[in-house]
């Protein structure tokens, strides 16, 4: 499903990867760990192609990702790719409902064909009571459904989560950690986990941990 082929990735004359070799199997769930600075989100970055590698490629489903231009990388990457960050990322000034509809609305999708589809996922993570909450009406819990919702929203191959549960309290953590197994469960997905979170680390069918840029 995803194979990374000896990615370097520099900053100037920082080396942060140096020649990382990976590959994930569909349905797979990855955790990846690792001290700061070791490069877990420099390489979950190129992976989910919001960055460029200096050398070395990232293949995901077949296609050679940056083999495409900007624009069609952009489409691709809203199409098969879900993102959860550990700050949520939802925009303040709409509702939580609005929130989920967004990579739709960026695809141009008719609302006739995105909306019940949002409130769907809303519902199925147990927020059909709060959908036209804005962030700051919702608990850390809720914001971080909202944006698993949000990653769902296109029916992705991959979700990629990087410290999602570092803003959350133990409760939530777990509930988190749940409700990631249940996507897996329900929706199929290859999800891979950047965290310091031993707990949540621990439900990954794998952990690889980064060394000093390369994968130990």
Known sequence: MIEVQD??????????????????ARGEIVSIIGKS????????QIIGTLDRPTSGKVIIDGQDVFSLNDKQLAAFRNKHI?????????????????NVCMP?????ESETDYKPRA??????????????HKPNEL????????????????????????????????????ELSELLLQLRKDYGQTIL????????????????????????
Do not use: Y
């Open 37 to 44: 600075g070791a490069g877990k989100t420099t390489l979950l």
């Open 119 to 132: 409130e769907s996922l809303l519902k199925d993570l147990g927020l059909g009571e709060r959908m036209s």
């Open 139 to 174: 608990s850390g819990g809720e914001k971080q459904r909202v944006a698993a919702a949000r990653a769902l929203m296109m029916s992705p191959d991959i979700i990629l989560a990087d410290e999602p549960t570092g803003s959350l309290d133990e409760k939530n953590k777990k």
């Open 82 to 98: 879900g993102f959860i960050f550990q700050f949520h990322q939802l925009l303040p000034e709409f509702t939580a409902l609005e």
């Open 193 to 216: 986990l950047v965290t310091h979170d031993k707990e949540l680390a621990a439900i990954a069918d794998r952990v690889i941990e980064i060394k000093d840029g390369v994968i130990e």
């Open 104 to 108: 739709a609305m960026i695809a141009r």
């Open 7 to 24: 990615i370097h990735k520099s900053f100037g004359t920082l080396e942060v990867l140096k020649g990382v070799h990976l590959e994930v």
